[in-house]
């Protein structure tokens, strides 16, 4: 029982055996990786080598375009893993009666719910990073000037972005329909995030509409962070709100079969 509490005992090593199955199974994924991993840093990379985008404009605050993509290119990596990879693996588990048969075994259901989090959660900080190194080395983009606060707005938006994925699988029954809500989510999330035009540029009204949405409020924050200032505290709560929103929503619909 000691052993069970501290996390070091036997009832720990089939959740780390399902995760250890899990990230080799990501890692046979190309078309996976590629969205997740790469793609962000691929979109960013062309959007630097516009030649308007890396001068500074006195409207940006002395800032270039390409600046304002940074966390863009970083929340785009967190829609990929959230709302487009991790769904469809999910319903497909169950619709294959896979979570079924697990839990007549000693691995739990919610042991492969938590790998795929997991899993998810650090691929897309793994982008962050890369889009961060490379913005930094390839195009000049001073890294965030407040660490702690651009970590914080950046793990609130991972734990944010997972909650809608596990909401997506919750509401889905089938693989093909969890592709269907996702695609929509994704355009939708990818307007909010500022892929299409940046939260910063956007008129007035529809700014203010956007930062009441998750990637709206957190690309906000990710912005007011690596200028130097401490993120917005209404961007955080926002961000925190649907968090626990959309988490409790999948926790109360999710079915195993």
């Not at 062309?46 to 270039?64: H, K, M, T, Y």
């Not at 950046?154 to 909650?163: F, K, Q, R, W």
């Not at 355009?187 to 509409?209: C, E, N």
Request: net charge positive; hydrophobic share 55%; charged share 15%.
């Amino acid at each position: 029982m000691t052993a069970t509490l501290s996390g070091t005992g036997p009832a720990r090593r089939p959740a780390t055996a399902v995760l250890r199955t899990e990230i080799r199974l990501f890692l046979r994924e190309p078309g996976a990786l590629f969205w997740v991993m790469v793609f962000p840093t691929v979109l960013l990379t062309v959007l630097g080598l516009i030649p308007s985008f890396r001068e500074d404009q006195e409207d940006l605050g002395g800032r270039g375009v390409i600046d304002l993509y940074v966390p863009v290119a970083v929340l785009l990596a967190m829609i990929m893993a959230g709302i487009q990879a991790m769904p469809p693996v999910l319903t497909a588990y169950r619709e294959r009666g896979i979570l079924r048969r697990m839990s007549t075994t000693p691995v739990r259901p919610t042991a492969l719910l938590t790998a795929q989090i997991v899993l998810h959660g650090a691929a897309s900080l793994c982008s962050a990073a890369l889009v961060l190194a490379v913005g930094r080395v390839a195009f000049g983009v001073r890294l965030p000037g407040q660490i702690p606060g651009y970590t914080l707005s950046l793990v609130l938006a991972v734990a944010c972005v997972l909650a809608l994925g596990a909401t997506v699988c919750a509401l889905s029954r089938t693989s093909k329909v969890a592709t269907a809500v996702g695609s929509v989510a994704y355009l939708v999330m990818m307007f909010t995030a500022g892929v299409w035009v940046p939260v910063q540029t956007m008129p007035g009204l529809l700014r203010r509409i956007v930062e009441c949405t998750p990637l709206g409020a957190a690309s906000q924050a990710l912005d007011q962070a690596a200028r130097g200032d401490w993120p917005g505290w209404t961007h955080l709560a926002v961000v925190a709100l649907w968090t626990a929103v959309l988490g409790a929503a999948s926790t109360r619909l999710f079915r195993w079969e």
